[in-house]
């Protein structure tokens, strides 16, 4: 399957400039098991990277400039300058990758120009991690092509750069390490402070669950002000607390920090569902560790009471995926990614998914919501050279 599509996009590179490319990489999109908005506070979280891909054919050039392509948007060949790339400048698709260009010109590195085409099978707006692929892929190209010598999370700390500075949209460090770091069969247990990783075997199949992924097909735009709100309320949250990060607020030390907090209620609200998503955290981890995954399923339905009552991201769409799942039989459900529209994840047996999917189509219809897309996931490979 990889054959085919490197060769496929590879030669449609070849249509756009005229010659073959020097080569073709993927990244994938990635789910979030639990762990939501944890990343910028320097907690923990635990994705895995999806099957669905960004691909990108590249060549180097030595003249300053980039030319980017993507399959997936009518806009032909979109050519820049190298040096005319500035933050917040390109307000399009194409700010994502000239990010990634820019960021690492701006940490030093040699980077004289590219030949890039993209085409992609991550959901876009569904909190996939469509914009981190896209950032991934791309880093990961430059990389090898420059003999820049970068390593996975360094890689991810420049994308993460590309997009929060650049773009201008406030993201943590999760998505682009899912994409770049990731293994098949695993889910990765990182600790966003210092990026330690540890893969987690996650292999439902062998016994006998599956993972759903139900688009609700509700857009979000991260960079569109309620999420800088919230990341905003957990820093002035962490100053209140005297603390770096909320990373640094204790489990068992939560109600007397809620205390301290008095009548900051919003303040307190974000606190704990970043103080109880960390312990959750750790909980996934523990049970996948010691074989107890349908255990995994209460932890899950915690996660999205936090993030719709404490957090206040899911919307009605989410709400509904997760309440109907449960009440058909799934083991856990919750909502996955920023927030305000995007995917919920259900985890069930192998035996309750159809009845599972049926009920949540029956259920957006008899809402008159747009149909969801529902699809099953396995835990797949990190970023790669194709060919």
Aim: charged content about 25%.
């Amino acid at each position: 399957m990889s054959e085919a599509v490197a060769g496929a996009v590879a030669e449609r590179f070849k249509e756009l400039y005229g010659a073959d490319p020097e080569g073709v990489w993927a990244a994938p999109g990635r789910v979030n098991l639990i762990g939501e908005h944890t990343d910028y506070n320097d907690g923990f979280v635990m994705p895995f990277a999806l099957p669905h891909i960004t691909v990108a054919a590249v060549s180097r050039r030595e003249d300053g400039v980039l030319r980017l392509h993507s399959a997936d948007i009518e806009a032909g060949v979109v050519q820049l300058r190298l040096d005319d790339l500035a933050p917040e400048s390109d307000h399009d698709w194409t700010a994502y990758p000239a990010g990634v260009v820019w960021a690492l010109r701006e940490a030093g590195h040699q980077v004289t120009g590219a030949d890039v085409h993209l085409t992609s099978t991550v959901p876009a707006g569904a909190g996939l991690s469509s914009s981190a692929a896209l950032e991934v892929v791309v880093a990961l190209a430059l990389n090898d092509l420059f003999a820049l010598g970068l390593k996975g999370w360094q890689l991810a700390r420049l994308c993460q750069r590309a997009e929060n500075v650049y773009v201008g949209a406030p993201t943590g460090i999760m998505d682009q390490t899912a994409s770049a770091c990731c293994e098949a069969g695993h889910a990765l247990f990182l600790d966003t402070r210092d990026l330690s990783q540890k893969q987690i075997p996650f292999d439902l199949a062998a016994e006998g669950m599956r993972l759903l992924v139900v688009d609700t097909r509700v857009k979000h735009a991260h960079s569109n002000g309620e999420y800088g709100k919230r990341r905003a309320g957990c820093e002035k949250g962490a100053a209140l607390l005297g603390v770096d990060a909320l990373r640094d607020v204790p489990y068992d030390g939560l109600d007397a920090a809620l205390e301290r907090l008095g009548d900051e209620e919003e303040v307190r609200r974000l606190v704990r569902h970043i103080v109880t998503e960390n312990h959750r955290v750790e909980q996934v981890v523990s049970l996948l560790e010691s074989g107890e995954t349908r255990a995994i399923g209460p932890v899950l339905i915690e996660g999205h009471a936090s993030l719709r009552d404490d957090f206040r991201i899911s919307c009605p769409e989410l709400d509904l995926v997760v309440d109907t799942a449960l009440a058909s039989g799934a083991l856990g459900a919750r909502m996955t990614g920023g927030g305000f529209g995007g995917s919920a994840i259900v985890l069930a047996e192998a035996a309750d998914v159809d009845t599972i999917t049926k009920a949540v189509q029956e259920a957006f219809a008899a809402a008159d919501f747009t149909a969801p897309r529902v699809f099953e996931v396995v835990p797949s490979a990190g970023a790669r050279r194709l060919s």
